[in-house]
């Protein structure tokens, strides 16, 4: 069995940069891709958390940075990403204060530049869940494990 | 209660007087004047939970810096104070220096308060992490020790063998019957040397001068 793809949202107002997105990229990465950061945050709770969300800044209705601020407090372990045109400065003290972003992409991307943001971006993901898993898995044993001893044995 | 370590680093003297008066109460400050004096007090003290630095310094940035501290301290959280800044700066912060906060200055005293307070909950909760996993680890050894000891334990208590009068096979307890010498392989830690006692030699060489008795004739 290949290993499944890591999942990645990508969220553009413009069109023509998802299309630009998704065939770069979805040879790699499972790619989900949103249009508004409505739709962005329907389809999180259709789809599921993903490993990445990296999000445009400037788009209609909702920011990029309103958009990864609601992602993580819904979806905390999940890493964020903006990739923006414009190098605001209040743009970008938000981004690190209130979105907490892992990285900011400035547009046009350079392909590899970009891919190895994710995929760094994706082994964060990845290492706070293997944590988590351990740390679940070694709860779990060790119930087990003191349920066979009934608790009588606490002070041996 | 020890107090929580902190590093601060600033060119400027009186910014670094002002930080230490303000927080020194609260948190054990570190101080040093430039990234290459950082980088050596975080060297000798590993215990620096937040790092906090000026974006603007000569010789190294406080971006360069905290990218350098990221190696040296990986679980230190990290915030830029700055009273400039060029867009450039700000993304080197994020990308390089991967810090939590981006504060202007001249800083709020309060302001400040709360993302250092925030800093260090972070910080806290992720070693409370890594030494949960540590203690579980230990805890899980020693109860597998215990598991294994009372398996082997249990294995030896099964002292009353149902065992056939005539074949002399054991019947396990999912009721199937077994060969003594099987059995006690399965169930025990004995190990088989093979030999032949003084009764049974007899026997197999009166068989063998029987099937062959005119060798010798």
Known sequence: MTPQKAKVLYVDDEEINLINFRETMCDEFDIFTAATGEEALNLLAREGEMSLVASDQRMPGMSGVELLTRVKENWPDTTRMIISAYTEINELMEAINQAEVFRYFVKPWEESELRLAIRNAVATYDLGQEIRIIVEHGRKQMAERTRIFGGSNENE | ?217
């Open chain 2, 1 to 217: 209660m020890n107090k929580t370590r902190l590093l601060f680093i600033d060119d400027e003297e009186v910014n670094r007087i002002n930080f230490q008066q303000a927080f020194s109460d609260d948190y054990d400050v570190l101080l040093a004047a430039s990234g290459k004096e950082a980088l050596e007090l975080l060297a000798a003290n590993e215990d620096i939970a937040l790092i906090l630095s000026d974006q603007r310094m000569p010789e190294m940035s406080g971006a360069e810096l905290l990218a350098r501290a990221r190696e040296i301290l990986p679980n230190a959280e990290r915030i830029i104070l700055t009273a400039y800044s060029q867009p450039e700066d700000i993304i080197a912060a994020i990308n390089q220096g991967e810090v939590y906060r981006y504060i202007l200055k001249p800083w709020s005293d309060a302001e400040l308060r709360i993302a250092i307070m925030q800093a260090i909950e972070r910080f806290q909760l992720k070693q409370e992490n890594r030494s949960l996993l540590f203690i579980l680890e230990e805890k899980n050894d020693e109860l597998a020790e215990l598991v294994k000891a009372r398996t082997d334990e249990l294995t030896k208590l099964q002292s009353m063998l149902p065992i056939c009068s005539y074949c002399r096979r054991i019947r396990d307890d999912k009721n199937a019957w077994h060969e003594l010498e099987v059995y006690l392989r399965l169930h025990s830690e004995i190990h088989f040397t093979h030999g032949i006692c003084p009764h049974c030699y007899e026997m197999v060489m009166k068989e063998h001068s029987e099937i062959m008795p005119k060798k010798d004739k």
